[in-house]
């Protein structure tokens, strides 16, 4: 029940984060020690809520005295879902040796999860990283190994992460013809999960795409 309470604030969280930080902040009193999940799992989403809303320093503080608690625990996902947002935070200030090691201790808990959306997850999340250094050749290399993955996945909406993600790596790489394919892919089951709904992630599978058409010399189609 930990598992689905925990994914469940997630969710919420995600959809409405401004407002999910400031009803957390009226719950939570930042100077007392953490002593259960619920404290712990308070500070864990206002983490994520501050590394959405791009406060990536208030994010790290938060993450950490979370995870103060969590690794003393047995609770899997939730050091999974820590050292996660920890590694997008560490990439997103550039600390890519620790962005590295906390998103392969993602990869190390993912496996234990019993569900494979958690490998492909982390190593769509370590490709990133290295996109990021412009190893691009390694970015290619964390995605082929979470494709490897895919028929055992659950969560199309990360299958869609995972085809964007490879699209872009392959874009980057110059392998243009390729990189439609997989971006098509996802723009597919992004509209299949949201419909006519306006949603983030399928406005960059189409950003992707016309950039891939442009690159392409089609320009025709990079307007469409």
């Given amino acids: 029940m930990l598992i689905e309470q925990l994914q469940d604030r997630i969710s919420e969280l995600d959809k409405n984060p401004k407002e999910t930080i400031n009803h957390l902040l009226s719950m939570v009193d930042l100077k007392a020690p953490v002593e259960t999940f619920e404290q712990a799992h308070n500070l864990l989403l206002l983490g994520r809520g501050y590394l959405i809303t791009g406060n990536l320093d208030l994010s790290e503080q938060m993450l950490h005295k979370a995870l103060y608690y969590i690794n003393d625990q047995e609770h899997l996902m939730s050091k999974f879902q820590c050292y996660c947002n920890l590694g997008i935070v560490y990439r997103e200030k550039n600390q890519f040796d620790l962005a590295l090691k906390a998103l392969n201790t993602c990869v190390n808990l993912s496996y234990d999860l019993e569900d494979f959306s958690y490998v492909i997850l982390a190593l769509v999340n370590i490709s990133s990283v290295y996109t990021a250094l412009g190893n691009h050749e390694k970015s290619i290399e964390m995605l082929e190994n979470a494709l490897g993955y895919k028929s055992q996945l659950n969560n199309t909406k990360i299958l869609a992460d995972l085809y964007n993600?490879?699209?872009?790596?392959?874009?980057?790489?110059?392998?243009?013809?390729?990189?439609?394919?997989?971006?098509?892919?996802?723009?597919?089951?992004?509209?299949?999960?949201?419909?006519?709904?306006?949603?983030?992630?399928?406005?960059?599978?189409?950003?992707?795409?016309?950039?891939?058409?442009?690159?392409?010399?089609?320009?025709e189609h990079a307007k469409l």
């Fill in 165 to 219: 993600n490879y699209g872009f790596a392959l874009m980057s790489d110059k392998q243009y013809a390729e990189a439609l394919k997989y971006l098509m892919a996802s723009y597919d089951v992004y509209k299949r999960l949201y419909g006519d709904d306006i949603q983030t992630n399928l406005v960059i599978a189409l950003s992707n795409i016309g950039e891939t058409y442009v690159n392409l010399g089609d320009y």
